[in-house]
């Protein structure tokens, strides 16, 4: 039993740490954009990463990424919180999820520095071409 809650605050925390982390920029969908459902879609199942034809190196580096910020933003979080993040965790909504954690000023402040270092450290494991790519899917999506 404790494995499956283990396993559950993991999927949770990947959860929001693929949706809003790595890539805070795919988080949710705008409709204002004429192209943003389809870049979603295509984000939802890894369509994005495939689109930017990343090495096994770079899948490596990201996956190194993504690890170490569940780590971080886990460890901002006091106990009560991450049981919260694991009960909620299945419910899709990561923006309700996140309020109902409660987060205090300064654990807000800690989750955006952790997320800008993360978007820096994937920005920076990709080549000038991927970026770029990156950039075009992310103005699409944003309606930017």
Same mark, same amino acid.
């Given at each position: 039993?404790?494995?499956?809650?283990?396993?559950?605050?993991?999927?949770? #925390?990947?959860? !929001?740490? @693929?949706?809003? %982390?790595? @890539?805070?920029?795919? #988080?949710?969908?705008?409709?204002?954009?004429?192209? *943003?459902?389809? %870049?979603?879609? /295509?984000?939802?199942?890894?369509? %994005?990463? /495939? $689109? +930017?034809?990343?090495?096994? #190196?770079?899948?490596?580096?990201? /996956?190194?990424?993504?690890?170490?910020?569940?780590?971080?933003?886990?460890?901002? !979080? #006091?106990?009560?919180?991450?049981?919260? !993040? $694991?009960?909620?965790?299945?419910?899709?909504?990561?923006?309700? %999820?996140?309020?109902?954690?409660?987060?205090?000023?300064?654990?807000?402040?800690?989750?955006?520095?952790?997320?800008? /270092?993360?978007? $820096?450290?994937?920005?920076?494991? +990709?080549?000038? $071409?991927?970026? *770029?790519?990156?950039?075009?899917?992310? *103005?699409?999506?944003?309606?930017?």
């Amino acid at each position: 039993m404790f494995n499956n809650l283990k396993r559950g605050l993991a999927i949770a #925390t990947i959860s !929001l740490i @693929v949706g809003g %982390v790595a @890539v805070p920029g795919f #988080t949710s969908a705008q409709t204002s954009a004429p192209n *943003s459902s389809s %870049v979603m879609r /295509k984000h939802q199942r890894g369509g %994005v990463w /495939k $689109e +930017l034809n990343l090495t096994d #190196t770079q899948k490596q580096q990201l /996956k190194t990424i993504r690890a170490n910020t569940r780590q971080q933003m886990q460890s901002i !979080l #006091t106990g009560e919180q991450r049981a919260k !993040l $694991e009960s909620a965790g299945q419910s899709g909504d990561r923006k309700e %999820v996140m309020k109902s954690l409660n987060l205090t000023d300064a654990q807000k402040q800690q989750m955006r520095d952790i997320r800008k /270092k993360s978007r $820096e450290q994937t920005l920076a494991i +990709l080549t000038p $071409e991927q970026r *770029s790519k990156f950039e075009q899917l992310h *103005s699409q999506r944003s309606g930017k």
